[in-house]
């Protein structure tokens, strides 16, 4: 891979940097990217007048970055797995004609939405491929993902602090089952990111933990207290294939369910109502 890559800046080897080296800057397509990955965890915003995510044009502006700065031999080296998207995307828009000539089904706008959306999910598949090849950098992903859902989690805390939401029926900024999917999805990486840090870092990290667990519980979406909780067990079993990893990470959840554990006994007549009905 040669240094125009759009994974490396033009001082950065492929890889963890050696000890003591300072970082080298990222380049403007590795920027957006993380701006995309940061948004995809905090949906929040549309683009005004459009009314579509504000993840559409960021996407779009790194796709354009990626087509013009990565080689043919940046092409050739993930083509199997662009092909895969581009085929799926195909089949997708082949059922369309299909359903039409041999089911007699009309092809309606929703429809085409659809496709349009699996375009996009596809393209950020491709175009995570370039960026997440590079180990260094899909560190760099992965806490922007975990601060994405710390400031998601904030925004649920504050939801039931301020306005007194505290159960599933109501909330402000997010439906209760979308707060559930985003926390279903990204709080794994909030979960990881202790056991990553030390010292002070570490610290916040874990406190930042223990508000998105906090948040879990709060979104009242049982679809994922089950999926999050299924998740981890598999996460900790996994972590024993590394038995120097494993206390690391036991010690990162469990010092993320304290502070939990501690809300709960604080403001567990609150709680108790709304969850407990979620329960039963």
Partial sequence: MTNASVLISPRRRLGFAPPGNRRAPLTRAQILFLAFAFYMA???????????????????????????????????????????????????AASLPANYLMRGREVTPSDVHELVRWAYWMTAFAVSIFFCANPEFRVRVGKALAAGVTLLAGLRVVEAVAFGFWGHEESYFMSPNAYGWEFTTFAPFAVALPAALRNARRRWALAALGMVLLAWVLSG?????????????????????????LPRYLGALAGGLLPVCALFWLIGERLSGPVGERVR
Avoid: H, K, N
């Fill in 221 to 245: 979406s049982r679809g994922s207290w089950v999926a999050l909780s299924v998740g981890l067990c598999i996460f900790l079993v996994l972590c024993l294939a590394s038995p120097r990893a």
């Fill in 42 to 92: 905090v949906p929040l915003l549309d683009v005004p007048l459009l009314g579509i995510s504000l993840s559409a044009p960021i996407l779009m502006l790194v796709a354009i970055e990626v087509a013009a700065v990565a080689t043919r031999a940046d092409f050739a080296r993930y083509q199997g797995w662009l092909w895969l998207a581009g085929w799926f995307w195909i089949g997708c």
